[in-house]
């Protein structure tokens, strides 16, 4: 199990090279800009990644949400929608990959993933009840606490240690989640959300002995437990290459018993199921479906598009087949570790070992000088951008939002900055000009000046924050 992590496929398989499963049909030309014409774009966008037009953009590292490219599968699946406002033909083929993939028993299509999680948290949440989670998501710990719900963190400790090579850092630790049941009575928990991978701790994975244990201890005291199942197909190939016992097993085999340890999940279908838009949410609770599918008409849509086109769901429906593809997960994995490989070589610091679906740079190592209040990681995103018009996003203290009870800021102990590499979209050459822009600023760090916020929304601030650089 604790088999060294951080190592390109190509060691992998004896130093033989390999690639993509798939060849280029289509292409989209990518603009280039001048240092002026992004200090200009940079100024613009009060130096928040979020507020770039995207043909600003030369390389999109933003997000690998609703980035995937599609197949030439699903692009015929797309032409094959139901536009019938109720029962289209493309929800049940829907529902039927959900069932058979994930294995739960009902289905509920939302717009995308936060939309699931708003239904969840409003049907299973009360008032004054708390809701433990590994690490948090943004939009995830938002609807929760919308709710009426506290979140609590019980993810272990080495998750939060950029340096700790720990193989399944989005692990539970079960002595945190025993002591808040203890504390606040397993009656006002309802439910466990467990993240596979854990997009916040740098795409970690679960394991699935992790997954099993936190269901034995919560079953003691009739706790459910609900994934964020965004990447667990991504989760099921570490578990693969990592976990004894799997190696043998397809993906398909372990994402199914994974979700066997939960009674349902959330799921933005941006991320592992290779589309644009869409989502759902999955229970094996019945009294929960119907709730949920009463509230779903109110927020989404009628119960069978939830705000998705027909064709979006038949692109959904194939995306799902195509995400268990053990070669195309070990290509996707593997474009990550290939940009993980460059920067360990430069001595760039980043979050190891790397995880899923993106490389997390350690902005408090780039900039020693910078207090977390003068927003290290919102700096180094836009030195990267000012470089070469790649595109990474912040993720640290902008992004982890105010206490809502004194004000402050919350302070993660994580100052991040993250490169995620959207699905199919970008090749190995692209990756290089990444690391070769990353070394240049990380050459220019010590004369690098940080930020002071200038606008601050209220909700999910990071989205639409405007900065300004503090003067030399
Ligand atoms: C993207 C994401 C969500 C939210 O999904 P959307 O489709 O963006 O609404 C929830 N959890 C995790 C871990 C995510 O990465």
């Given at each position: 199990m604790n088999q060294p992590v951080s190592r390109t496929m190509g060691q992998q398989f004896g130093r033989r090279s390999w690639a993509e499963p798939w060849k280029i049909k289509m292409v989209e030309p990518l603009t280039v800009t001048t240092r002026e014409e992004r200090q200009k774009a940079l100024e613009e966008a009060g130096y928040n990644t979020f507020l770039l037009r995207s043909e600003d953009v030369y390389i999109d590292l933003l997000t690998d949400s609703g980035t995937s490219a599609m197949s030439d599968r699903q692009w015929a699946g797309m032409m094959l929608g139901d536009e019938a406002y109720a029962g289209s033909r493309n929800f049940y083929h829907l529902e039927t990959a959900i069932q058979t993939y994930y294995g739960y028993k009902y289905v509920v299509p939302t717009h995308q993933g936060r939309g699931a999680e708003n239904l969840l948290s409003q049907a299973a949440i009360r008032l004054g009840d708390h809701v433990p989670g590994n690490m948090y998501f943004t939009t995830t710990r938002f609807h929760q606490e919308h709710a009426g719900a506290t979140f609590h963190d019980v993810i272990i400790d080495e998750a939060h240690d950029t340096a700790s090579l720990h193989p399944f850092k989005g692990n539970i630790d079960l002595d945190k989640l025993q002591r808040l049941i203890d504390q606040v009575g397993a009656d006002k928990i309802p439910y466990v959300c467990l993240a596979v991978t854990v997009n916040m701790a740098g795409g970690q994975p679960v394991s699935m002995a992790n997954a099993r244990a936190v269901r034995e201890l919560t079953a003691r005291y009739g706790i459910k437990i609900y994934l964020d199942a965004t990447r667990a197909v991504e989760n099921a190939l570490f578990i693969q290459e990592r976990e004894e016992g799997y190696s043998d097993k397809s993906l398909a085999e372990i994402l199914r018993e994974f979700c066997s340890y939960s009674d349902g999940a959330t799921m933005s279908g941006k991320k592992d199921h290779l589309v644009n838009i869409g989502g759902w949410l999955a229970t094996n609770d019945r009294e929960l479906f119907e709730e949920a599918r009463n509230l779903v008409v109110v927020y989404e849509g009628l119960h069978t598009y939830g705000g998705m086109a027909g064709r979006d769901m038949e692109a959904m429906a194939i995306g799902i087949e195509e995400s268990v593809n053990v070669d195309y997960m070990r290509s996707r994995i593997g474009q990550v570790r290939y940009l993980g490989d460059l920067l360990d070589q430069w001595g760039i610091p980043f979050m190891k070992p790397v995880g899923g679906h993106a490389i997390f740079l350690d902005a408090r190592a780039f900039y020693?000088?910078?207090?977390q209040d003068q927003f290290p990681a919102q700096t180094l995103a836009a030195e990267l951008y000012l470089d070469s018009g790649i595109r990474a996003m912040e993720r640290g203290i902008v992004s982890a939002g105010r206490d809502q009870v004194t004000g402050d800021h919350h302070r993660p102990k994580l100052e991040l900055t993250r490169l995620t590499i959207p699905r199919r979209v970008y090749t190995q050459a692209h990756m290089d000009v990444v690391a070769e822009s990353l070394k240049a600023v990380y050459e220019a760090r010590e004369s690098t000046r940080g930020l002071r916020m200038v606008y601050e929304p209220k909700y999910l601030r990071f989205f639409q924050a405007r900065f300004e650089r503090l003067p030399g």
């Open positions: 020693p000088q910078l207090e």
